[in-house]
């Protein structure tokens, strides 16, 4: 069986704009992804292409090991789709909308009110399914959206900045739904914000102007280790022998007799750094190893990426 989810060098222009870099990545079945990355940074373009909703202009994008630029309607059997800001019939009441959305997706007349029912029972809509959408709250209106989503039971499921605009407890309740489809099949949830993705995804992709900087941020987060000192003594001849310390990637201060380090992949005991510096007798005081979290990974990646393309330029 092929991945659910396929990409490979995959661009968009815009006109003469550049806003897909040739991004490549693959997806696991019953894998809950999450692509992180600020405004503009390409995520909603990247997602359209995988449900069909524009071209690429060069490169693929495969579902279910079928084409989606070249065979869009048989790739959308597989995908349910939740835009941002999705466009609602504000007139239709609620069951009335599922129904005509369950008929445009191919759901047999047969089985369309259980379908109905089983996704209006997992998003709790019963309270308002003779309701119209006009007159929902946001949280219910996008409630609806990922119902509609999920009525032809897609094994994939796509959502762009699902909580975007909800209050506290609508970002919960969609949180609630996100982790409940896990195991269940394929998602991927586009967002902007760092928490909400770490909450929910077993996977963080990270995109910045287009280009892909990781397929699997969290993971390098974990092997990612960093040590913070506490010494006393002069810093230029304290950084000189941390930077001198096979293993040692980097040492930087933090403040005034603080210093943090970034120690290489690989073996490599924190004992090493208290040897050395007692050998040079400097007075260390604290030794404390830091792992990492995905927010400082996420500002180390688009700071590289920053450096990089200055150096570029």
Not at 90 to 105: C, N, P, Q, T, Y
Not at 225 to 233: C, E, K, N, Y
Not at 237 to 254: D, F, K, N, Y
Request: glycine letters at 8%; one cysteine or more; aromatic letters at 6%.
């Amino acid at each position: 069986m092929p991945d659910p989810v396929v990409v490979d060098r995959l661009v968009k222009y815009y006109g003469a704009r550049l806003v897909i870099r040739g991004v490549s990545f693959s997806i696991g079945e019953c894998e809950v992804i999450g692509l992180l990355g600020p405004n503009g940074s390409g995520k909603s373009t990247i997602l359209r292409m995988l449900a069909g909703y524009i071209a690429p202009s060069a490169g693929s994008a495969r579902v279910a090991g079928i084409d989606v630029a070249t065979d869009s309607l048989a790739a959308r059997f597989y995908i349910g789709y939740v835009p941002e800001d999705a466009p609602l019939y504000d007139g239709m009441r609620v069951s009335e909308f599922l129904h005509f959305m369950a008929a445009i997706k191919g759901v047999p007349r047969h089985r369309t009110g259980s379908a109905v029912n089983a996704v209006s029972e997992q998003l709790e809509l019963g309270p308002v399914r003779k309701m119209t959408i006009g007159r929902l709250s946001r949280g219910y209106r996008q409630r609806v959206t990922i119902a509609q989503a999920l009525l032809n039971d897609p094994p994939l499921l796509i959502m762009d900045e699902p909580t975007n605009a909800l209050d506290a407890y609508q970002v919960i309740a969609v949180r609630s739904v996100i982790r409940s489809l896990a195991g269940t099949r394929t998602v991927i949830v586009a967002s902007h914000v760092l928490a909400e993705i770490e909450r929910v995804a077993s996977r963080v992709m990270v995109l910045l102007d287009g280009n892909l900087l990781s397929t699997d941020a969290m993971a390098e987060a974990s092997a990612a280790r960093q040590a913070r000192l506490r010494v006393d003594g002069p810093p230029p001849a304290i950084l000189a022998t941390l930077r001198s310390i096979p293993g040692v990637a980097s040492a930087v201060p933090e403040s005034e007799g603080l210093y943090r380090v970034d120690i290489a992949p690989g073996s490599f005991a924190l004992s090493d750094l208290a040897r050395a510096l007692v050998a040079q007798d400097f007075a260390l005081s604290e030794l404390t190893e830091i792992r990492p979290d995905l927010e400082r990974v996420f500002l180390d990646l688009t700071r590289r990426a920053g450096a990089a393309e200055k150096h570029a330029a």
